[in-house]
């Protein structure tokens, strides 16, 4: 590796030190995601815990609860504490408006999240972060995990002169390109919004490289073929880069909450014909600022 990716790396360990008095956390990998314990889902957090648990998402940007037994209610009233629940576009059928299935069998036609991105970027003020609790994993228990990338880090592995060109670059992001080979269901609002290609975490004020493959269209800053070569090197840096990223293995009744604004994941389709089933929240986020 060249000496900026591993001062890099370096610098994800600069945070000061915290002890949990309230939560276990157990590190999925150094650079990104842990394992959270001590903490019931199903009953109302103590502001202390509550806190704890705010604190290991913004360290570790991908939190992993184990064994919990939750009610849909249960599941909003843990992902409210973060934010307004954002409805889901399209809207469900029937059931809950806030609840989206994650449901997989093979007839399954689309497959959710089988690609890098994060949620809802195409939105102007994208999503905060999402909640899957997984029910129902591939029988036998293979197959079906989620990789989750630290996108902080994929701008700080960047060489100091990409970094430098990236500066006041934007890009477009369009929501029907996430239906690609698929008809989007009449009330699909399509959303479509401009984000800096750079953008800083509006809590830690850290720098993130903000592409992704499901829904970045453009930089308009750039001739189209320009743009086409520079946003295929650097969406495909999560898969390219697999330091960048960690694995969660779900158990049935395992809930994992993710920071969309500088993460992204990839539900690997590699159980078909099995079954595969969650249900997640998603939480309203703010305007994005280079
Ligand atoms: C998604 O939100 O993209 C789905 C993630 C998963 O099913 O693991």
Known sequence: MESYELEAVGAVTTRPAVQYRTIEVAPVTPLIGAEVSGADLSAELPPDQ???IKEAFL???VLVF???TISQDDHKRFAGHFGPLRPVNPPPPDGDPYILEISTDKAADNV?????HADGTADAEPSLGSMLYITRVPEGGSGGDTLFANMHLAY?????ALRGMLEGMTAVHDGLIAFKGYTPPADYVIPKAEHPLVVRHPETDRRVLYVNGAYTARIPQLSPDESEALLAMLCEIPARRPMLSCRVRWAPNTLVFWDNRCVQHHAVYDYYPLTRYGRRVAIDGGPLKA
């Open 50 to 52: 509550l806190a704890e």
């Open 59 to 61: 360290r570790h940007h």
């Open 66 to 68: 184990r064994d919990q």
């Open 112 to 116: 959710a999240g089988n690609g890098w």
């Open 156 to 160: 700080e592995m960047l060489s100091p």
